[in-house]
C-alpha cells in the first residue's frame, strides 16, 4: 500500500495575509469597474455637448488615418507596374522606315543596351488609332503625322549611368527626343514619400488638437464638480483618487470618438470604392480598394483612447493642484 505524503500546514496567519490580499485586488478592480461606468453615465447627462465633443474627435482622428489609407492603396496599386528602365527614341519625322530599321539594328550592338524594340510609323499610327478618340480626325490627314519610336532596355539601372546613356542617345542625329520611361515612377514615388511625410505631419497636428479639445472638455467638467472635490479632500480623499473618474471620461473620449472615426473612414473609402475600381480597370489591374485592416483599426481606437486618457491626466494633474481646501 503506498503512502501519502503528508501535506504541509499552512499557518493561519498567512492564510488570512492571502485572503485579505485577494479582497482588496478584488475591491480595487470593483472600484475601477464602478467608477469607469460612472464616468460614462456622466457623458449621457449632457448629450449634446458630448456628442459634438466626440464629433471633433472622430474627424480629428479620421483624417490622418483616412490620408494613410489612401497613401498606402496608391502605394499598393502601383506595385504590379513596370518599374524597369526604359528609353522611348522618337525619331525625326524625315526618317524613312528603312533607315529606322537600320537605326535599330545597329542599337542591338550596344554593349548598354539589353533591348532593343521598333515601332514604325504604320504601328505607332494604329495603336494610336486603337487608344485615342482621334482615330476619325486622323483618317483625313494625307500623310502619317506619327515617327517611328525606337524602345531600348538599359542594361544598367543606377540613376548616373542612366542619365548618360540617354544624353548619348539624344545626340544621335536621327533621334528627335529620348525620353527616360522611369521618370513618372520617380515623380509618383516623390509624391508618394511627400504624401506620406504629410500624413505624419497632419496626424501630430491633429493628436495635439485631441489633446486639447480633451482637455479642456475635462477641464470644464473638473470646474463644475469643484466643491465636490473640495469636500472629497477635506475628508482625506488623495489627487489619485480624485483624478480617477476624470482619467475614466478621457478613456471613453477618446474610446468613443476613435469608433466614430474608424467608421468614418471606412464609409468616405466605400464611397470612392466605385471610381477607384474603374481607374484600376483602366490599368488591367486587378487591384481593389482596401480599406483599414485589424491592425490599422485597432491602432487608431488605441492611439484615440491613449489620447483620450493622456489628455485627461494633463488636465487634471495640473487644475488638481489648484483646487485645495484652505
Known sequence: MAIKPQEKAVPRGA??????????????????????????????????ATLMTLAVLAIALALPGFLFTVVNNIQQFSIGWDTNPRIMLYLNTEVEDARAEQLSLELMLHGGLSGVELIDRDQGLREFSSYSEFAGMLSLLDSNPLPAVILVLPADHHAAALQQLQAELQSIPEVSEAVLDLEWIQRLNAYLLMAERFSWVLAGLLALAVLLVVGNT???????????????????????????????????????????????????????????????????????????????????????TGLGVLGGFLSTGRHLRAIEPS
Open 218 to 304: 475635462i477641464r470644464m467638467t473638473l470646474e463644475s464638480r469643484r466643491d465636490e472635490i473640495l469636500v472629497a479632500k477635506l475628508v482625506g480623499a488623495t489627487d489619485a483618487w480624485v483624478r480617477r473618474p476624470f482619467l475614466y471620461s478621457g478613456f471613453w473620449y477618446g474610446l468613443i470618438g476613435s469608433l466614430f472615426a474608424y467608421v468614418l473612414v471606412q464609409v468616405s473609402l466605400y464611397l470612392i470604392t466605385g471610381p477607384a475600381n474603374q481607374l484600376a480597370q483602366l490599368y488591367s489591374s486587378n487591384f481593389v480598394l482596401q480599406g483599414l485592416d485589424l491592425t490599422s483599426g485597432l491602432t487608431l481606437i488605441a492611439t484615440g
Open 15 to 48: 492564510q488570512k495575509h492571502r485572503v485579505g490580499h485577494l479582497d482588496r485586488s478584488r475591491g480595487w478592480f470593483r472600484h475601477h469597474i464602478e467608477v469607469a461606468l460612472q464616468a460614462l453615465v456622466r457623458l449621457t447627462i449632457t448629450p449634446v
